[in-house]
């Protein structure tokens, strides 16, 4: 007996028989939602979060009891890391097997639908982080119906037949999947893992045909519905129109502006972050979306990426952020800005970050400077897979000098519950001054139409190298960020709208204490 590969619930676990399920709606309760007009992802502040980790129960009912703190922070969107089954109970998420149903010890189909509902009650979109790139190691019997697989795998497990002989039903099955999540649970788009391992060759790729297939059932169900492309790419014809030649996809990830905004503030150099630092780069990678854009890049070793059209592809195709479950959890020790930075410093990411023309996106607790890490975890069932994925985790981390002993056991449970969020830490001390500045930050990119306009071509970003001050400009608003250790003045002055730390405005300049920054507005012309 083998599960179906299209159930929505596993009830038993993915080595186990699959159980029926109907949408609600058609032989069961109605839905609550059924007024949800639905909103556009573009400019939104998006709320990255892993279910299991969000809550002590780690249930979608648990974490709807949080969604009115995401509401009063100012958050649109909730972005879950994938919640399709995969084996054991703990884990991101990523090695999932059964992509059409929803991880039981998370609450199950029902579950999920009772969170999406809530969130529509509160007006607060949802997207469901899906993955059609590989499929885990623990539970795949996709081969055992048909040629699912590729000859192709790639870093995370076995590789999907997208171009293959006898593909068109394996495409089928990507794109029913992920308009399942969109009619049947009410999700309101799609984050989409790694979309430069889906290798195809076809003259129409899959991701085009996957994009087209969305804006159908946007028309179908009269609400809009997004799909966001996670690539390293730096390829803008993933977000450009159709009708431009591009795929259509809404949005996309940019690890670039994460990478300038973080080295500038950190100092941190290693790996992939060697070719920024400097405020040249991040001013640049401000005003132009990507830093690498056909340019050479050292850690690749040569020309990557290709530039994108600013006068025709709105800043809001383009995620920022300042940490995310990747930037964190594959650090050795997995932690967050919040172990190595100051108060300050953070700020003045979030201000970069939540400031600019990008759709933003946040981690889970990062706005109140959350102390617990975000650490690799998994609990395969089989014991040699299990110690594989041990053994494979310590051996990528000694290559960069990391005792073995030092790097977290993915497997020990106790790497998954340090994981979990403290609630406690946002009501107290600096944690709390945090997460007053994000909530007031938020606000103010809500509230201000200057931070509305998605034109790259009218932001400006002035710096000063020796002196490690950064100014953002937003129509008449000005973000001046201080990011040395000594106090330095800015050339800027205007009516002081939000800070970290208190300025000194001048007539012609302001003064920002070290690792701070000032929010300004322009004086109005004579």
Same mark, same amino acid.
């Given at each position: 007996?083998?599960?179906?590969?299209?159930?929505?619930?596993?009830?038993?676990?993915?080595?186990?028989?699959?159980?029926?399920? +109907?949408?609600?709606?058609?032989?069961?309760?109605? #839905?609550? !939602?059924?007024?949800?007009?639905?909103?556009?992802? *573009?400019?939104?502040?998006?709320?990255?979060?892993?279910?299991?980790?969000?809550?002590?129960?780690?249930?979608?009912?648990?974490?709807?009891?949080?969604?009115?703190?995401?509401?009063?922070?100012?958050?649109?969107?909730?972005?879950?890391?994938?919640?399709?089954?995969?084996? /054991?109970?703990?884990?991101?998420?990523?090695?999932?097997?059964?992509?059409?149903?929803?991880?039981?010890?998370?609450?199950?189909?029902?579950?999920?639908?009772?969170?999406?509902?809530?969130?529509?009650?509160?007006?607060?979109?949802?997207?469901?982080?899906?993955?059609?790139?590989?499929?885990?190691?623990?539970?795949?019997?996709?081969? #055992?119906?048909?040629?699912?697989?590729?000859?192709?795998?790639?870093?995370?497990?076995?590789?999907? @037949?997208?171009?293959?002989? !006898?593909?068109? *039903?394996? #495409?089928?099955?990507?794109?029913?999947?992920?308009?399942?999540?969109?009619? $049947?649970?009410?999700?309101?788009?799609?984050?989409?893992?790694?979309?430069?391992?889906?290798?195809?060759?076809?003259?129409?790729h899959v991701l085009e045909e996957l994009a087209n297939a969305?804006?159908?059932?946007?028309?179908?169900?009269?609400?809009?519905?997004?799909?966001?492309?996670?690539?390293?790419?730096?390829?803008?014809?993933?977000?450009?129109?159709?009708?431009?030649?591009?795929?259509?996809?809404?949005?996309?990830?940019?690890? !670039?502006?994460?990478?300038?905004?973080?080295?500038?503030?950190?100092?941190?150099?290693?790996?992939?972050?060697?070719?920024?630092?400097?405020?040249?780069?991040?001013?640049?990678?401000?005003?132009?979306?990507?830093?690498?854009?056909?340019?050479?890049?050292s850690f690749r070793r040569r020309r990557h990426g290709r530039?994108? !059209?600013?006068?025709?592809?709105?800043?809001?195709?383009?995620?920022?952020?300042?940490?995310?479950?990747?930037?964190?959890? @594959?650090?050795?020790?997995?932690?967050?800005?919040?172990?190595?930075?100051?108060?300050?410093?953070?700020?003045?990411?979030?201000?970069?970050?939540?400031?600019?023309?990008?759709?933003?996106?946040?981690?889970?607790?990062?706005?109140? /400077?959350?102390?617990?890490?975000?650490?690799?975890?998994?609990?395969?069932? +089989?014991?040699?897979?299990?110690?594989?994925?041990?053994?494979?985790?310590?051996?990528?981390?000694?290559?960069?000098?990391?005792?073995?002993?030092?790097?977290?056991?993915?497997?020990?449970?106790?790497?998954?519950?340090?994981?979990?969020?403290?609630?406690?830490?946002? /009501?107290?001390? *600096?944690?709390?001054?945090?997460?007053?500045?994000?909530?007031?930050?938020?606000?103010?990119?809500?509230?201000?139409?200057?931070?509305? $306009?998605?034109?790259?071509?009218?932001?400006?970003?002035?710096?000063?190298?020796?002196?490690?001050?950064?100014?953002?400009?937003?129509?008449?608003?000005?973000?001046?960020?201080?990011?040395?250790? *000594?106090?330095?003045?800015?050339?800027?002055?205007?009516?002081?709208?939000?800070?970290?730390e208190s300025p000194i405005i001048g007539d012609n300049s302001?003064?920002?204490?070290?690792?701070?920054?000032?929010?300004?507005?322009?004086?109005?012309?004579?």
């Open positions: 007996m083998l599960p179906d590969p299209r159930s929505a619930r596993q009830p038993d676990g993915v080595h186990a028989r699959s159980q029926r399920w +109907e949408p609600p709606g058609q032989f069961g309760a109605a #839905r609550t !939602d059924t007024g949800w007009p639905g909103r556009s992802v *573009e400019g939104a502040v998006i709320y990255e979060l892993h279910i299991g980790t969000f809550t002590t129960a780690g249930t979608f009912d648990a974490a709807i009891e949080k969604l009115d703190y995401l509401v009063d922070l100012g958050i649109d969107f909730v972005e879950l890391m994938p919640v399709n089954s995969f084996a /054991g109970t703990r884990g991101w998420g990523y090695d999932g097997v059964l992509w059409y149903s929803v991880h039981e010890p998370y609450g199950g189909p029902d579950g999920l639908v009772r969170f999406i509902d809530a969130c529509h009650a509160r007006r607060l979109g949802v997207l469901i982080d899906a993955v059609f790139n590989h499929l885990g190691p623990s539970g795949n019997y996709l081969p #055992r119906f048909g040629p699912y697989l590729s000859s192709a795998s790639n870093p995370w497990g076995d590789g999907i @037949n997208i171009a293959g002989a !006898d593909s068109d *039903e394996v #495409r089928h099955y990507i794109i029913d999947c992920a308009l399942r999540w969109m009619r $049947d649970f009410h999700a309101d788009g799609l984050r989409l893992d790694a979309v430069h391992a889906l290798v195809d060759t076809t003259a129409v969305t804006r159908w059932l946007s028309g179908q169900l009269g609400r809009p519905l997004s799909l966001i492309a996670e690539t390293d790419r730096n390829d803008p014809r993933l977000i450009t129109r159709p009708s431009h030649g591009g795929y259509g996809i809404t949005a996309q990830w940019n690890d !670039d502006i994460h990478h300038a905004i973080h080295t500038a503030v950190s100092g941190e150099r290693q790996g992939y972050y060697a070719d920024f630092g400097s405020l040249a780069t991040l001013a640049y990678t401000l005003r132009n979306g990507y830093f690498h854009a056909g340019t050479y890049s530039a994108l !059209d600013t006068s025709a592809i709105p800043a809001t195709r383009l995620l920022a952020y300042t940490c995310t479950h990747d930037q964190v959890g @594959n650090r050795a020790l997995g932690d967050r800005p919040s172990q190595y930075l100051t108060g300050g410093q953070l700020a003045i990411k979030a201000a970069l970050t939540l400031g600019s023309p990008y759709t933003a996106m946040l981690f889970m607790g990062e706005e109140w /400077g959350a102390s617990s890490p975000f650490q690799f975890f998994c609990s395969h069932p +089989e014991p040699e897979l299990a110690h594989s994925t041990v053994a494979g985790r310590k051996e990528e981390f000694a290559e960069h000098g990391w005792a073995a002993d030092d790097i977290p056991d993915p497997q020990d449970p106790q790497t998954f519950q340090r994981c979990k969020l403290n609630w406690a830490e946002a /009501g107290s001390g *600096e944690h709390a001054r945090l997460h007053r500045f994000y909530r007031d930050l938020i606000a103010l990119r809500h509230n201000e139409a200057d931070l509305a $306009d998605p034109w790259l071509d009218h932001l400006m970003v002035d710096y000063d190298e020796q002196q490690r001050w950064v100014v953002m400009r937003r129509g008449q608003l000005m973000i001046a960020c201080n990011l040395g250790a *000594e106090p330095t003045c800015v050339p800027v002055s205007g009516e002081l709208v939000l800070a970290w302001t003064e920002l204490a070290a690792y701070s920054l000032a929010i300004l507005r322009a004086a109005e012309p004579a």
